[in-house]
């Protein structure tokens, strides 16, 4: 069985400030995938970045990145110079790479909140 | 821009009413989910489908049911509806292939109240 823990229910953080949300997995599954999404309050979930257990390098997509610890099972979340708009939950998920498996197990999310 | 669509966006209904949310994605996508998502909390898989004719139940038992009779159209049904169904309701697709990680494409969301 696969587990995703967010243990931040609510983060504040000051506009152009970078910040890190916290996600750690468990999983059973040689090769896995780990994901993170943002819901803005209209309700949408939003793809932002991927990692894939095998991937040698951390992934960055723009002002995201993930810093991935594969031993310690981690898969932070960075958004570097925060802006007004990053305000949202944010949620981490992940599902094992194998032929035909697709579905996904969520974490139970971070409130990201940036102050002016 | 994913092109997936739920409708209706918001449903206030009474209890004891049949309701079906709607959900069409031109991707061509041949996997499509539905999960069930209570305000700021986590979602959880109610049902899935990896092709016409195929559903699953998720993770999360539903007393909601399926139908996959067209690729592009994965309409989720309560026969009939109760308060505890107040939720709001997911629909995400991804492409084809296991080995590669093919993110879901979520729906804007249906927000169902049953008073």
């Known amino acids: 069985a696969q587990k995703i823990t967010q243990t931040q229910p609510g983060m504040f953080v000051q506009e152009k400030e970078a910040v890190t949300l916290d996600c750690t997995y468990d999983?059973?599954?040689?090769?896995?995938?780990l994901f993170w999404y943002k819901q803005p309050s209209s309700g949408e979930m939003i793809f932002l970045i991927y990692?894939?257990?095998?991937?040698?390098q951390n992934a960055t997509e723009g002002r995201y990145s993930l810093n991935f610890q594969k031993a310690r099972k981690s898969a932070n979340l960075v958004i570097s110079a925060s802006q007004l708009g990053d305000s949202a939950m944010y949620f981490c998920?992940?599902?094992?790479?194998?032929?035909?498996?697709?579905?996904?197990?969520f974490g139970q999310g971070t409130r990201l909140t940036i102050n002016p | 821009e994913a092109d997936i669509y739920q409708t209706p966006r918001y449903l206030v209904i009474g209890t004891g009413k049949k309701i079906t949310l709607e959900c069409s994605q031109t991707m061509g996508h041949d996997k499509m989910y539905w999960y069930q998502q209570d305000p700021g909390m986590e979602l959880h898989l109610i049902h899935y489908?990896?092709?016409?004719?195929?559903?699953e139940k998720g993770d999360l038992s539903s007393e909601s049911t399926v139908s996959r009779i067209r690729t592009e159209h994965f309409p989720l049904t309560l026969e009939s509806a109760r308060p505890s169904h107040t939720s709001q309701y997911l629909c995400?697709?991804?492409?084809?292939?296991?080995?590669?990680?093919?993110?879901?494409?979520f729906g804007p969301g249906t927000r169902l109240t049953v008073l």
């Open positions: 995400a697709s991804s492409g084809p292939g296991g080995y590669s990680y093919n993110e879901q494409f």
């Open positions: 990692q894939g257990s095998y991937d040698q």
């Open positions: 999983t059973s599954d040689p090769s896995y995938g």
């Open positions: 998920a992940m599902r094992p790479i194998i032929q035909g498996a697709q579905k996904l197990v």
């Open positions: 489908s990896y092709g016409v004719n195929s559903t």
